[in-house]
């Protein structure tokens, strides 16, 4: 069974850093472009990075020049490196491929923001 487990989260204060990290459980996902996907209290969920089986990175404009997403496809991991955290990056953070397939999801990671 195909599998996606985040982890990383916490509380921080605002201007603080972060590292998630999505471990797949299976080396196929290095073929798949991949993306981080977050869902803030209220809201649809939504694509915030995304990168492709080369590299090539993509963001979201609300997280460009604060979030860096890559992969280590020896690892079967991709990373989410959030750097100047503000308070409306609070969210419950997923891993996906891009585009997303449902069964993919998995539990996700809480982020808190927060003074």
């Known amino acids: 069974q195909v599998q996606l487990v985040e982890s990383g989260g916490g509380s921080v204060q605002p201007g603080g850093s972060l590292r998630l990290s999505c471990a797949a459980s299976?080396?196929?996902?290095?073929?798949?472009?991949m993306g981080w996907y977050r869902q803030a209290p209220g809201k649809e969920r939504k694509l915030v990075a995304a990168i492709t089986s080369g590299g090539t990175t993509d963001y979201e404009d609300s997280v460009k020049g604060r979030f860096t997403i890559s992969r280590d496809t020896a690892k079967n991991t991709v990373y989410l490196q959030m750097n100047s955290l503000k308070p409306e990056d609070t969210a419950v953070y997923y891993c996906?491929?891009?585009?997303?397939?449902?069964?993919?999801w998995g539990q996700g990671t809480q982020v808190t923001v927060s003074s």
């Open positions: 299976t080396s196929i996902f290095r073929f798949f472009p």
């Open positions: 996906n491929s891009r585009p997303f397939r449902p069964e993919y």
